[in-house]
């Protein structure tokens, strides 16, 4: 990062990648929203209130909805049963194998 080398502060916006809370790397940015852990922390601690038992992720494809849904499993453990994951391609939802398969059941 070139603000670095001048060591300029940078405010990110919309970035809450969790590389970004990495100080060493990162010395003079700063965000404004919170980081995809602390995002999928407030999402499990919903998931824990309400004891719901079995769960489904929607996430973007790329490093945000991957990075999120992947902070969900790690902090969810075993509390709760992720059912279904599926990823938004293009602003298109992308159906799971399974999904087509019920749809010609019916």
């Keep these: 990062n070139i603000l670095q080398l001048f ?4 405010i990110g916006y919309s970035s809450t990648a969790k590389q970004l809370s990495d100080k060493e790397k990162f010395k003079y940015f700063s965000r404004v929203i919170a980081s995809d852990t602390q995002q999928a922390q ?6 824990r209130q309400f004891k719901w038992s079995y769960v489904a992720t929607i996430g973007t494809e790329g490093d945000y909805g991957r990075g999120g849904v992947g902070a969900i499993r790690r902090l969810l453990n075993k509390d709760a049963c992720i059912g279904a994951d599926l990823t938004m391609v293009s602003a298109q939802l992308v ?10 059941i019916v």
């Design 42 to 47: 407030a999402i499990v601690d919903i998931i």
């Design 95 to 104: 159906r799971p194998s399974w999904f087509a398969r019920s749809e010609s």
């Design 7 to 10: 060591e300029m502060p940078q």
